[in-house]
């Protein structure tokens, strides 16, 4: 649920990921079984959850690497900065040493299908964020292309809220908001024709990107893993309805059937439910990699 280095420094503890300092150069990511929804971080944690987010995010990092450089180091071991093997066996298969970057301010969200607050904004508007489109079109349909719909990064705890591309070339430099939007397209797009040829549909991800000293974009955080987008089995998928998935939109169900306001402190999951999500997680690695998750 928390990791704990007292040998280096902790710069920031976010909804999943803790973040600590190596160097001037380096940081150390740890993904924990934290699970937020709503943007409220839940008291109940996802057994392997940070090892299958760190996995899936690792091969997507490796697969798409042609397309933009991402922030992992060359060198993976923690053997050097844990020395106490019982320290660091926590941490192996949910930790990533990456370059220290400067990150953008804006979440790059790409929508490939109706749902969410999309299908929402879409009701009242006949538009996705300013986007419009074709009326009569059905909750969890395809888009007739892939949308960019940028959105800020909001603190823990707040929510994120969605801005128009005019808005985001005012904060990043029209070149630069011009190359987010170019990057997370085409990521999007090799992603989701691969992932649907092994039985997900991508419905919509969010990236995150950084820049280094020399103005490179890099893309950081994590990529295309079952918490910063929505999987959907196909095998489950038909327009009208809200398909079953292999992330945490799952929790997300369960959670909009309680009497509960969507602000901190969040519920605990009961145990089926963590089960439940549990496999899904797993599942997706599964078809991703066909491969089972290693062992720790």
């Not at 630069?176 to 649907?196: F, G, K, T």
């Not at 369960?254 to 901190?264: C, F, G, I, R, S």
Request: glycine share 6%.
């Amino acid at each position: 649920m928390d990791s704990h280095l007292p040998q280096l420094p902790l710069l920031h503890r976010g909804k999943v990921r803790d973040m600590y300092a190596i160097d001037a150069q380096e940081l150390l990511i740890v993904t924990t079984d934290r699970l937020s929804a709503f943007d409220v971080i839940l008291p109940t944690p996802i057994p392997d959850k940070g090892r299958v987010l760190t996995a899936i995010a690792n091969f997507w990092f490796e697969r798409l690497a042609h397309l933009v450089p991402n922030h992992l180091m060359p060198n993976q071991s923690l053997d050097d900065l844990i020395p106490d093997a019982a320290l660091r066996a926590p941490l192996l298969g949910r930790s990533i040493r990456v370059k220290r970057l400067k990150a953008l301010p804006i979440e790059a969200v790409v929508r490939g299908y109706l749902i969410g607050s999309g299908y929402k904004d879409y009701q009242a508007s006949g538009a996705v964020c300013g986007i419009a489109l074709p009326a009569g079109l059905q909750l969890g349909e395809k888009l007739p292309e892939p949308l960019f719909t940028p959105a800020t990064k909001a603190a823990v705890g707040e929510h994120d809220e969605n801005i128009d591309f005019a808005t985001m070339s005012a904060t990043l430099g029209a070149q630069r908001a011009e190359e987010v939007r170019r990057i997370s397209l085409a990521l999007y797009q090799e992603a989701a024709d691969y992932a649907l040829a092994r039985g997900i549909i991508i419905a919509d991800t969010k990236f995150e990107f950084g820049v280094d000293e020399a103005g490179t974009l890099h893309v950081i955080d994590e990529v295309l893993t079952p918490d910063s987008s929505r999987f959907w089995p196909i095998d489950g998928y038909r327009p009208g309805i809200s398909p079953p998935s292999f992330d945490k939109q799952f929790v997300r169900d369960w959670l909009e059937t309680l009497d509960w306001d969507k602000t901190a402190p969040g519920p605990a999951i009961p145990d089926d439910i963590v089960a439940q999500t549990h496999a899904r997680y797993l599942e997706a690695y599964r078809r991703l990699t066909g491969q089972a998750l290693p062992q720790a």
